[in-house]
């Protein structure tokens, strides 16, 4: 999950720190050269040397724009009707949203079907049932699909066959289900607003900063230096509180 941090953690540094040290390599190049390498018996890095990390960090860059692209890329999703489960669901989803990649779907696994009669199921269906219905109330309003728990393993091609009929029957499985927005900037008369998706985090847990034309999120272990767009950039934060599971940030001058 920290992962989705790496771009904009790369294109920190790349801003502060490679680019500047870059220029300065370009500047004393022809003075120290001469001096360096004769002592050292190799040469200073040229131009197309230093420019090869800045290049993957363009590629890293690129990945970063389809994957927070919530019409091409979207996550499902698969969660078990336990407490536990459920809540480490509820977390991966808020911490997707923190990094701007969309959820179109979550899978309730491991279904105990209705055919099942033993009474040694009985506590575990009653249990089910609730769960069931919280998975469907915290993850609202992206759709839930349900998979059945299997007498066998799932190995094989048939046995995915089945699976994908289970989810998918004639449903092409490559739509995106739902679009959710996990970023918006909203003005309202003279007043800017960001408005951050954070379903299920409380504002207590969520921490503030600026620094220069960055904001700074961070809650719990997972934090994000966004980019601010022009439009607040020069603005402070002037408050913040969660309203329908945004985070809602107003700027002022």
Same mark, same amino acid.
């Given at each position: 999950m920290r992962l989705l941090s790496l771009p904009e953690v790369a294109g920190w540094y790349m801003r502060r720190f490679y680019k500047p040290l870059q220029a300065v390599s370009a500047a004393l190049r022809p003075l120290v050269e001469p001096i360096f390498r004769p002592i050292a018996g190799f040469s200073l890095p040229?131009?197309?040397?230093?420019?090869?990390?800045?290049?993957?960090?363009?590629?890293?860059?690129?990945?970063?724009?389809?994957?927070?692209?919530?019409?091409?890329?979207?996550?499902?999703?698969?969660?078990?009707?336990?407490?536990?489960v459920i809540k480490e669901s509820l977390r991966a989803h808020a911490y997707l949203s923190l990094y701007n990649v969309a959820t179109d779907m979550v899978v309730a696994n491991r279904i105990i079907p209705d055919e099942v009669s033993d009474p040694f199921f009985k506590r575990w269906k009653e249990n089910q049932q609730q769960y069931r219905?919280?998975?469907?109330? #915290?993850? =609202?309003?992206?759709? *839930?699909?349900?998979?059945? /728990?299997? $007498?066998?393993?799932?190995?094989?091609?048939?046995?995915?066959?089945?699976?994908?009929?289970?989810?998918?029957?004639?449903?092409?499985?490559s739509q995106?289900?739902?679009?959710?927005t996990t970023l918006r900037v909203v003005q309202e008369e003279n007043q800017y607003s960001l408005e951050v998706y954070l379903p299920g985090i409380p504002k207590s847990q969520v921490e503030l900063s600026k620094t220069g034309d960055e904001l700074n999120?961070?809650?719990? #272990?997972? =934090?994000?230096?966004? *980019?601010?767009?022009?439009? /607040?950039? $020069?603005?402070?934060?002037?408050s913040a509180k969660m309203e329908e599971d945004y985070l809602k940030i107003k700027f002022a001058a």
């Open positions: 040229d131009r197309e040397v230093m420019e090869a990390p800045y290049e993957f960090y363009e590629q890293i860059e690129a990945l970063e724009k389809v994957l927070t692209d919530n019409t091409v890329t979207s996550v499902r999703l698969v969660t078990n009707p336990e407490k536990m219905q919280e998975i469907h109330d #915290n993850f =609202r309003p992206l759709p *839930v699909k349900e998979v059945p /728990l299997y $007498a066998e393993e799932l190995c094989g091609l048939a046995a995915l066959e089945r699976l994908k009929e289970t989810l998918y029957a004639n449903e092409d499985p995106v289900y739902y679009k959710e999120i961070r809650i719990g #272990n997972h =934090r994000r230096n966004m *980019v601010l767009p022009q439009a /607040l950039a $020069a603005l402070q934060p002037s």
